[in-house]
């Protein structure tokens, strides 16, 4: 009885070790010479990424949510996909779709990886925030505009631009959803405003793709 309850013991811990394992190999900090901003970075796997969305501001394609600059501190700005483009500071890039695909792909596929990138808790996101462990150390935020009119989606839904160039009016975004554990791929207008994570440029994790 005593080797089958130590055996109980140790399956609990083993199990509980695999389901709380955290994939943020390495945390650090970036400061953007353009603005002095400081961002937290995380390292997930052979790709480091900006922990916070990209708050520079720009002439154009650019807007704050709901017009509240303290927004800006937490959320960063939206961006048009023009503009996302070409916003990421020196030595950073817009993701491209296979930088989107391999990240997903590392935290166990789409159906998962979602609630591995949002933010725990109901403070961004509404209840009941599914799947929300943030085990990645992403920190995703809910934010996001639709068109030419401000149609937000904070508290339920958020969306990161891809690189992706499909025609004059369409790209590709990745979407966050509260009610969903899910990381969604979604063809999207251009002048839509959708948050920008930028990923620091590497020639290892684009050998990857290349040989792909």
């Excluded at 961004?124 to 929300?132: E, F, H, L, M, Y």
């Excluded at 969306?159 to 369409?170: A, C, G």
Aim: with cysteine.
């Amino acid at each position: 009885m005593k080797k089958e309850s130590s055996l109980l013991i140790t399956l609990v811990y083993i199990i509980t070790g695999i389901c709380s394992c955290t994939y943020g190999q390495e945390t650090g900090s970036f400061t953007d010479a353009r603005d002095g901003k400081v961002y937290k970075t995380v390292k997930i796997d052979d790709q480091e990424w900006m922990g916070e969305n990209l708050a520079f501001k720009t002439e154009s394609g650019c807007w704050v949510y709901d017009n509240i600059k303290d927004y800006v501190q937490t959320h960063g700005y939206l961006y048009s996909w023009e503009t996302a483009t070409k916003v990421c500071p020196d030595g950073w890039r817009l993701p491209s779709m296979q930088d989107w695909w391999y990240l997903s792909t590392y935290l166990g596929g789409d159906d998962p990886s979602g609630g591995k990138l949002k933010e725990t808790g109901t403070s961004s996101w509404k209840s009941p925030n599914t799947g929300a462990t943030n085990s990645s150390g992403f920190t995703a935020l809910s934010s996001g505009r639709s068109g030419d009119k401000a149609l937000e989606y904070i508290g339920y839904k958020t969306f990161f631009w891809t690189s992706e160039d499909d025609d004059d009016y369409n790209s590709w975004c990745r979407g966050l959803d509260s009610s969903k554990g899910e990381f969604f791929l979604y063809q999207v207008e251009k002048k839509n405003g959708y948050s920008v994570r930028c990923i620091k440029k590497s020639d290892k994790v684009q050998e990857v793709f290349d040989f792909w």
